[in-house]
């Protein structure tokens, strides 16, 4: 990790950019209804995609986007040593369907806890 902070404004940089490239991709799923579950889970697959960081190389300290890593290793080497980085959007994948299904927990029960207050 000490690729990130001695790169820190780049990240930082990165991050802004990130931000606009993530309210973007927000404005693409316009058309489904604003709220619902499959909108959802298209905001959480562009927040993988945009934020998620992969080192360089498969033991590198040195870190970039996912998104850079693994189409550019695939290109330059084989499948399997861009696996490497398909693991961490993977790992993204997996937090990201926690989050989800925390946050569908959480919907749940409060629309419980108002029908049983409206009752």
Same mark, same amino acid.
């Given at each position: 990790?000490?690729? #990130?902070?001695? +790169? ?8 802004? +950019? ?7 991709? $927000? /404005? ?10 499959? /909108?959802?889970? %298209? ?7 945009? %934020?998620?960081?992969? =080192? &360089? ?13 693994? =189409? %550019? ?7 399997? $040593?861009?696996?490497?980085?398909? $693991? ?5 994948? &997996? ?7 925390? #946050?569908?927990? #959480? /919907? +749940?029960?409060?629309? /419980? ?7």
């Amino acid at each position: 990790m000490e690729g #990130i902070a001695e +790169f820190s404004g780049f990240w930082l940089l990165y991050l802004v +950019f990130a931000c606009v490239g993530f309210w973007c991709w $927000n /404005r693409l799923f316009f058309w489904l209804k604003p709220g619902s579950d499959l /909108r959802r889970f %298209f905001h959480m697959l562009g927040a993988v995609l945009v %934020f998620t960081p992969a =080192p &360089i190389a498969a033991e590198s300290v040195y870190f970039a986007p996912a998104m850079v890593v693994f =189409p %550019f290793t695939l290109l330059t080497s084989s499948l399997d $040593n861009a696996m490497y980085a398909a $693991n961490w959007f993977l790992g993204g994948l &997996i937090v990201g369907a926690v989050v989800l299904a925390v #946050i569908q927990l #959480i /919907r +749940f029960l409060q629309k /419980r806890e108002e029908a049983v207050a409206e009752s």
